[in-house]
């Protein structure tokens, strides 16, 4: 069974950066494709950028582009999101979530396994 166990969230002031991780305990059919997902108080849970296991390029949404890179290291069982130039817009709980069909990557009933979530705060 796969687990996912986010870290590194904190509090940091606009225009500065924050690298997030997602250890993942094995690499399945069930995590051909690993997201980041965040959700704000009173708001519904958007995806933030996708990376698919087999290759093909990584997909972000419009709101991030340019600011954020997901990576992953194999070596390391990890998947990365490298978040630069944050706005306070940016805060919220994010969650990395893993799926075996990759079709639709934002919507969340494609993931049938999520972490905990790391919180990050974006003071202005």
């Known amino acids: 069974q796969v687990t996912l166990v986010e870290s590194g969230g904190g509090s940091v002031q606009a225009g500065g950066s924050l690298r997030l991780s997602c250890a993942v305990s094995?690499?399945?059919?069930?995590?051909?494709?690993v997201a980041w997902f965040r959700q704000a108080p009173g708001k519904k849970r958007e995806g933030v950028a996708v990376?698919?296991?087999?290759?093909?390029?990584?997909r972000y949404v419009d709101s991030v582009k340019g600011r954020f890179t997901i990576s992953r290291d194999n070596a390391q069982n990890s998947v990365y999101l490298q978040m630069d130039s944050l706005k306070p817009e940016d805060s919220g709980m994010y969650y990395c979530?893993?799926?075996?069909?990759?079709?639709?990557?934002?919507?969340?009933?494609?993931?049938?396994?999520w972490g905990q979530g790391t919180q990050v705060i974006v003071s202005s």
């Open positions: 094995v690499y399945t059919y069930s995590t051909n494709c």
């Open positions: 990376i698919y296991t087999g290759g093909g390029r990584p």
């Open positions: 979530a893993a799926a075996s069909a990759c079709g639709t990557w934002l919507l969340t009933t494609m993931y049938n396994t």
